[in-house]
């Protein structure tokens, strides 16, 4: 089964400072779709950045950013000109017929 | 627009009850799932249902059932609550159609605001 490992359970950033999140994955699979997710306090959970596998370009999304490594099986997600409203938990998601998340990461940015 | 809309937003049960959880979603997306999120552990999904008639197990199905009313609506259904279902439920729902090895395309998934569910 994929699993989804995201190592940093909490990051904070001062306000309009860069910051990245890190995710990892095990799969066996060729073909897959990786998400970021963000969850606000109000608990509701917002697409971030979606990348397809099979393309070698990042993805971006206006500040947000990935870094994707296909062959090290890392999906790290990068915050540049952090914002208050950033502040929420972070998802990374990989899917193939079968969603899995990562346990997430709790970002705090500062005024 | 609703997008998707969960019912109820907070529900208590004893060990024991039943209870339907509704979600409806008026994108006209082909697919609906059904999550729980535990502190500590992310999003693990329930049941999913790739198209209306059709339903499949996801990582954590036992404990639960589900139906896919129509293309609009998928409830969750808890038979015997029991404590280790406390937990939050996501509904989301996606463009569906056939995506990778000819399984459901899940691509964007959009969730409803969740269900907090106590069983004491």
């Known amino acids: ?111 | 627009n609703a997008g998707v809309t969960q019912t109820p937003k907070f529900q208590v049960l004893k060990t024991g009850q039943s209870m339907t959880l509704q979600c409806a979603q008026d994108m006209n997306h082909n697919s609906m799932y059904w999550y729980r999120q535990d502190p500590g552990m992310g999003l693990r999904l329930i049941y999913y249902s790739a198209s209306e008639g059709t339903t499949d197990k996801g990582e954590v199905p036992n404990g639960y059932n589900v139906s896919r009313l129509n293309k609009r609506e998928f409830s969750l259904r808890l038979e015997s609550a029991a404590p280790s279902q406390t937990s939050v439920y996501f509904c989301a729902s996606g463009g569906g159609g056939k995506g990778l090895a000819g399984g459901p395309q899940r691509n964007i998934q959009y969730f409803g605001a969740g269900t907090r569910l106590s069983v004491l």
């Open chain 1, 1 to 111: 089964a994929q699993t989804v490992t995201q190592s940093q359970p909490e990051m904070s950033v001062q306000e309009a400072e860069t910051v990245t999140l890190s995710c990892t994955y095990d799969t066996s699979e060729n073909n897959y779709y990786l998400f970021w997710y963000k969850q606000p306090p109000s608990r509701q959970m917002i697409l971030v950045i979606r990348q397809e596998a099979y393309k070698q370009q990042n993805a971006t999304e206006n500040r947000f950013s990935v870094n994707f490594q296909k062959a090290a099986k890392s999906f790290s997600l990068k915050i540049s000109d952090s914002q208050l409203g950033d502040t929420a938990m972070y998802f990374c998601a990989f899917d193939n017929n079968d969603m899995r998340f990562g346990a997430g990461t709790r970002l705090t940015v500062k005024p």
